[in-house]
């Protein structure tokens, strides 16, 4: 006489795996001035003190401070020479001119554009008003690259009359350059539309979903019963 066997397989829960607490939501960062420090590791202080960093070193030279004044006196020559020219333009042109160069020079450019490699990159991160006297404030050499815009600004403001027209384009850019050069802004990277994930919106899953394959699916308070004549 045969006996019928029963299996009792446990429910199994699968709406569990698409319960709201499962998924998790990224952050989205709301940033959008984002402010960073340059920091120094110890293999690039290594690598900084293996060779002369010629591409900062050269404003503490023999007349590196009096080149300026005689490109800006070169400049404002040249340009007085154009056709049609008055003071009031030149002098402002001067003032542009050498503010722009003087930030793409000194706060643009990163690492070092020439024999770069013999730092092994050490520099890549700072600018040339960062590596000069290895990041040192008030030397002389940087109060003097902090005079010469403004004493130039000084002088271009006096030339032009005091034209307020003139003078407001002059001192923006004059602002605009001396700012870098402030010690609380020292290795500071100002990063526009930074965030900090890519925030899509959508959950990120914790545990793999899988939809409902068929209606005799078990659910949670279901049993399936099992006999010796499913075998058959």
């Given amino acids: 006489m045969s006996r019928s066997t029963t299996i009792k397989l446990p429910a199994i829960d699968i709406a569990a795996t698409h319960s ?21 590791r110890v293999e690039e202080l290594m690598d900084r003190g293996a060779y002369v960093n010629s591409n900062a070193d050269w404003v503490n030279a ?18 007085d020479t154009l056709p049609g020219m008055t003071q009031e333009i030149s002098w402002t042109l001067v003032n542009l001119i050498y503010l722009a160069l003087s930030y793409l020079m000194f706060h643009w ?4 554009p020439f024999e770069g490699g013999l730092h092994a990159g050490a520099y890549d991160e700072l600018t040339m008003w960062e590596q000069i006297d290895d990041g040192a404030q008030y030397t002389p050499a940087k ?4 005079t010469v815009p403004v004493g130039l600004f ?28 402030l010690p609380q802004l020292h290795r ?45």
Wanted: glycine content about 4%.
């Fill in 20 to 40: 709201p607490t499962a998924s998790r939501s990224r952050k989205r960062s709301a940033s959008i001035v984002k402010v960073e420090e340059v920091c120094d």
């Fill in 62 to 79: 023999k007349g590196a401070w009096l080149i300026h004044v005689v490109l800006i006196i070169c400049g404002k020559i040249i340009i």
């Fill in 109 to 112: 450019v990163t690492g070092i």
């Fill in 143 to 146: 109060k003097w690259l902090f």
């Fill in 154 to 181: 000084l002088a271009s403001t006096h030339y032009t009359n005091y034209n307020p027209w003139l003078f407001a384009i002059n001192v923006t850019a004059l602002i605009f350059v001396l700012i870098p050069k």
């Fill in 188 to 232: 500071q990277r100002v990063r526009f539309m930074a965030g900090t994930d890519s925030a899509s919106g959508m959950a990120t899953p914790l545990t793999p979903s899988f939809p409902n394959s068929e209606p005799s699916t078990p659910t949670r308070d279901s049993q399936v019963n099992l006999t010796e004549a499913h075998f058959r």
